[in-house]
C-alpha cells in the first residue's frame, strides 16, 4: 500500500477534479503492475496497472489507495474491470469520501466474490488526498497558508520592504507548492505592496489560478498579475457587490482576468466562506493562502485554514514590521493553535515549519449532502 500511495503521489498537482490514486498488482509475492491516474480522463491507476501487467492478473492481490470506482464517469468502472480480469483479492485504503457512491466498489466486487480487506494504511491515504475529501464533502478547498518570517516574526521592515527574507532554496520551495496546489489567494494589501505575478518558476511547472480579493477594486489594471502574456492560468479579482463598474470592465479587458462580487460579512469585509466556495466551485481543490497578516489573520480567526507553512529565515530585522498573522488572535499562549506532528525542513540557511491544523481548531464545516 505504500508503494500504491508513493506512485499516485506522482500526479500531485495535476488530477483535479479527481483524486490521486495509485494501484500496485502482486501475483505470489512479486509486483507484476504499477499503474497511477495521470490526470482527469486518462487510465484510472487500477487500469494502468492492469496495463501495466500486460492485462495477465488473473488470481493476483491489487492494492490501491481508494476504493475502485463503480460507476460511468469520463472512465468505465474499476471494479467491473478488477471482476473481469479475475483479480482474486483487492486492499484497499480508504473508502470513497462521496456518500452518494461510498462503499459501492466494495460491494459490487464482493457481491462477485472477489475478496476484499479495507483500511489498510487508512490515515496515510485519507492525508494524501486531504484536499479532494474536503472539497467533495463541504465544497470548500482544502487551505493552506504560507508565510516567510524573520526569525523576530517580521514579515518585512517597517517600511515594508520584504525583498528577499528567505534564500534561493526556500524560494524554490514555493514554486514547488504553486506548482502542487491548484490556487493562490492573496488580499489587496499585498498585491499593492508587491505586485506579484503568483507564477510557478519552476521548469515544466504549472502556473495555479490566481485570486486576488479586492473589494473596492483599488488595483490597477497595470499589476504585473494582470499582464501576464505567457501564461494560460486565470486570474480571479474577488470584489464587493458595490464595487465600481467602470473598474470591473477595465480589469476584464485583460486577457484571463475575470472580476467575480461577492458578498460582505457582518464586519463589512468580503464573505471569506463564500470566497473559499467560490474557489471551489471551479473545480479547484486546494488553494495557497500568501496573503499578509490581516487575510491569514481573518482565516485562522474563522477556522479557515488546514495547514500552514512557515519559512523562517536567521535574519533579525526589529523595529514595528508586520506581523504573519494579525486578527482578533488569542489572549492566552494556552489557546494558541498548535500544528498537529509539525515538520521541519533545513532549505539552505532557512527552515520551513509545517504542519496540519488540528480538526478541533477549524471551523465545522456542514456537508454539502445534507445540504441537499
Known sequence: MAQAIALARRAEGRTRPNPMV????????????????????????????IKDAGGDVEGAELFVNLEPCSHFNRTPPCSDAIIRHKIKRVVV??????????????RRLREAGVEVVESVLDAESRALNAPFFKHITTGMPWVAAKWAMTLDGKIAASTGDSRWITGKPARERVHQLRDRLDAILIGTGTLLADNPRLTCRLEEGRDPARFVLDAALKSSPELAIYNLEHSSAPTFV?????????????????????????????????????????????DLLSVLVEGGSALHGALFDQGLVDYAYAFVAPKVIGGSGPAPLGGRGFELMNDAVTLSAPAVERLGDDLLIHGEVPAERRAQLPSIFDEA
Open 238 to 282: 474577488l470584489c464587493a457587490e458595490d464595487a465600481d463598474p467602470a473598474r470591473a470592465e477595465a480589469l476584464e479587458a485583460r486577457a484571463n482576468v475575470e472580476v467575480i462580487h461577492v458578498t460582505r460579512d457582518a464586519s463589512g469585509r468580503l464573505d471569506l466562506q463564500q470566497v473559499l466556495r467560490t474557489i471551489a466551485s471551479r
Open 22 to 49: 495509485g494501484c500496485v498488482i502482486v501475483r505470489d509475492g512479486e509486483v507484476i503492475g504499477r499503474g497511477y491516474h495521470v490526470r482527469a480522463g486518462e487510465d484510472h491507476a487500477e487500469i494502468a496497472a
Open 93 to 106: 485504503g480508504t473508502i470513497d469520501p462521496n456518500p452518494k457512491v461510498s462503499g459501492r466498489g466494495v
